[in-house]
């Protein structure tokens, strides 16, 4: 069984309101969660994001893994670090091409 932390859709219709959700990674978007981490409101200016800490930490330090847009949303709110990304430089790029 694969956990993941994703976003759950609810709201009206071009009028979303994301739950951000502990669940199995087979299920469907809006199905049974486990845990309820936090919200996340894209259409107020600015974007409203609240994340119960204690709850995501514990799910991340149990290997739970987040979705890309969780990981930025958790990234901006302090609670892991950004991924490096590397920059892909002529050097870099033809030895990928090599391989």
Do not use: C, H
């Not at 609810?10 to 845990?35: H, M, N, W």
């Not at 409101?41 to 994340?51: D, E, F, G, K, S």
């Not at 302090?78 to 091409?97: F, P």
């Amino acid at each position: 069984m694969s956990v993941k932390m994703r976003l759950t859709r609810l709201g009206d219709k071009k009028s979303p309101f994301y739950r951000i959700v502990v669940i199995d990674s087979r299920k469907a978007r809006d199905g049974e969660y486990f845990d309820l981490i936090g919200t996340y409101n894209p259409l107020t200016q600015p974007a409203v994001l609240n994340i119960d800490v204690d709850k995501a930490k514990k799910w991340l330090n149990n290997g739970v893994q987040p979705t890309d847009t969780v990981r930025a949303l958790l990234v901006q709110k302090g609670l892991i670090e950004a991924k490096k990304i590397r920059a892909k430089t002529d050097k870099t790029a033809a030895a990928d091409k090599a391989e």
